[in-house]
């Protein structure tokens, strides 16, 4: 595996850590618990799926997983600015979080534009 390939299975393993640290601090209304369970499970599921699509059978199947992982990190974002603008959970960590969300968001889109360009 390559130098890049490890810092974006690094990047991620560490973004659905932060994911677990703010949905453990959320309050305990409704709102913020129905919302902190869609975000721990797209935002963890960011990282899960990068390491599928690392080991994909093709460039298609790469394409694929690659197109769940953008799905799942765009989720992501949606979620946790929903969390920041209703000031249900906010600071520089989430700003940082979000941050690294947007990021790792356009990285995977970036990649499946260029696997399909040249497909």
């Given at each position: 595996?390559?130098s890049r ?17 703010v949905?453990?601090?959320l309050?305990?209304?409704k709102e ?18 990068y ?7 093709s ?8 197109g ?7 989720e992501?974002?949606?979620w946790?600015?929903?969390?920041s603008?209703?000031?249900?959970a906010?600071?520089?960590g989430?700003?940082?979080?979000l ?6 968001t356009?990285?995977?889109?970036a ?9």
């Amino acid at each position: 595996m390559d130098s890049r390939t490890e810092q974006l299975r690094k990047r991620t393993k560490d973004f659905a850590l932060g994911i677990i640290h703010v949905f453990r601090d959320l309050p305990e209304t409704k709102e913020a618990q129905i919302i902190g369970n869609r975000l721990l499970r797209c935002g963890t599921a960011v990282g899960a799926n990068y390491r599928r699509a690392c080991h994909a059978q093709s460039r298609a199947d790469f394409i694929s997983r690659i197109g769940v992982v953008t799905e799942e990190a765009d989720e992501s974002v949606f979620w946790l600015e929903l969390l920041s603008e209703l000031n249900i959970a906010k600071g520089a960590g989430l700003d940082r979080l979000l941050q690294e969300c947007r990021e790792l968001t356009a990285i995977f889109s970036a990649s499946r534009r260029t696997a399909k360009r040249r497909k």
